[in-house]
């Protein structure tokens, strides 16, 4: 589903969640820190980046219809 190296330079391959991370990445559903490489996949997200995820994905689904 993705590859060995994960786009994101504090993701290594062996974290629990690389697939996953880098398979949202692939989907643009997320994209990590602005103007950074860096993710940050073990710390807690806000309300604001939540938001902004679940209007990804009704975008990229198409589940506004």
């Known amino acids: 589903?993705?590859?060995s190296d994960p786009d994101f330079s504090d993701v290594s391959?062996?974290?629990k969640?690389?697939?996953f991370i880098q398979?949202?990445?692939?989907?643009g559903?997320?994209?990590?820190d602005a103007g950074k490489?860096?993710?940050r996949p073990?710390?807690?997200i806000n309300r604001a980046e939540?938001?902004?995820i679940a209007n990804q994905i009704i975008e990229i689904f198409n589940l506004n219809n």
């Open 42 to 44: 073990d710390a807690s």
């Open 23 to 27: 398979y949202a990445k692939d989907l």
């Open 1 to 3: 589903v993705c590859s």
């Open 50 to 52: 939540a938001a902004k």
């Open 29 to 32: 559903i997320v994209s990590g």
């Open 37 to 39: 490489t860096t993710f």
């Open 13 to 15: 391959a062996g974290h």
């Open 17 to 19: 969640h690389a697939a």
